[in-house]
């Protein structure tokens, strides 16, 4: 007998909908900028957009709503308050229970492995009821101070859970190319995109689960 699969997966746009995050960054704290600036939210939000272009996606800063409270100077919410204002738009796609139930009922062990901060993560986990489907719980940014950007995340990931492993996010880079590269199984979940023309690219996690059910010995 081999050792069991291990299955990592991403949060957000792979579990829970993009609502959420869109809410607290493009209303949340636009809505802030507006108020503190005197200006309308849409050019809070174009502004908020602009910064947040600049650091990029592949930067710790980006994931730090503190970092960004504190770089627009607004000290009327703390992250905490912020994110709670929001967590009723957090919402799972609808085959993420069935899917993540079954998984472990076979038996797979289930990881949770996300770029979000803590007060994001936890606060989706515990309003979509998700802790008791995962065996390790990880926000790559917070508890490692690391972005998945970066291969050696996957290497520490796969450090971790030494026997088979595979890991699904709808980030082409992050959740696909960079674990490949790190020598980790992955696959790309293209939830309501578009499928790209020639792009290996699974359309939901009832596809995903057929698939690893096929690897597995
Ligand atoms: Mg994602």
Redesign the pocket.
Known sequence: MGRRLSISF?????LTTNRFVDSVWLEGVPGLLARKRGIDPDRARRLCMEEYAKVGEDSILWYRLPYWLEYFDLKDATPEELVSQYTSTIELFDDVVPVLETLKAEGFTLILF?NAARVFLDAEVSSGALEPYFDRIISVSDDWGMVKSNPAAYARLKGMFPGPLVHV???ER??YEVPLSAGVDAYHICRNRERPAAGECIADLREFADRIRGMTP
């Open positions: 991403d949060l957000d746009g792979t996300s996010g709808d980030h992050f959740d």
